[in-house]
């Protein structure tokens, strides 16, 4: 069993920035991968950054140039840097682990950005 839990959410102005953060209950480096993914209401939960197991990344190109996903491998924490943040980004934001064949998700964290 896996645990994630994530923090960093909060209220910020548009153009400004969050860190969220997630910890892992088991060695990150298990994982196929990790990453995080947003839900806004009314609206499907959609991925938003990976990191797998060999340090590649991925972004939806809603965020590419704007969020960076990285890892602390001693620290079981993924991370995600959001800069020049806009009110379309406003979600919770869910942190996820593949350790095949299961998914994890975190409890989520929310993210709410004003004009």
């Known amino acids: 069993q896996v645990q994630l839990v994530e923090s960093g959410g909060g209220l910020v102005q548009a153009g400004g920035s969050l860190c969220l953060s997630c910890?892992?209950?088991?060695?990150?480096?298990?994982?196929?991968?990790m990453g995080w993914y947003r839900q806004a209401p009314g609206k499907q939960r959609e991925r938003v950054a990976v990191i797998d197991s060999g340090g590649s990344t991925d972004y939806a190109d809603s965020v590419k140039g704007r969020f960076t996903i990285s890892r602390d491998n001693a620290k079981n924490t993924v991370y995600l840097q959001m800069n020049s943040l806009k009110p379309e980004d406003t979600a919770v934001y869910y942190c996820h682990a593949k350790w095949a064949p299961f998914d994890y998700w975190g409890q989520g964290t929310q993210v709410t950005v004003s004009s």
């Open positions: 910890v892992a209950s088991v060695n990150i480096l298990t994982m196929t991968s």
